[in-house]
């Protein structure tokens, strides 16, 4: 298990956090594709997004400071400024 801020992170918190992000990866490729954003190189970008959502469900951004203040602020409600 995962420390942050004190707090042991549950694997729930974790999973949660894993979605999030891998779920706002598939929603930039949404943004793309309805015109919303534009983008140069579609497939490119649609590749990357892709990629990067599988890896966030595989764990591969878990150390990362951004997901464990995320899986926090899910288990605690608290965001934690990591900038004075």
């Known amino acids: ?8 992170l549950t694997d729930e918190s974790i999973q949660k ?3 999030w992000f891998a779920d706002n990866a598939i929603a930039c490729i949404e943004e793309v594709k309805s015109g919303k954003v ?6 490119s970008y ?15 951004y878990d150390y990362t400071v951004t997901s464990l203040q995320h899986a926090y602020f899910i288990q605690t409600g608290e965001s934690v400024a990591l900038l004075p």
């Open 38 to 43: 534009y983008v140069n190189d579609r497939e």
């Open 46 to 60: 649609f590749a990357w997004r892709k990629k990067e959502a599988k890896e966030y469900m595989e764990g591969k």
């Open 17 to 19: 956090t894993r979605k």
């Open 1 to 8: 298990m995962t420390k942050f801020n004190g707090v042991q």
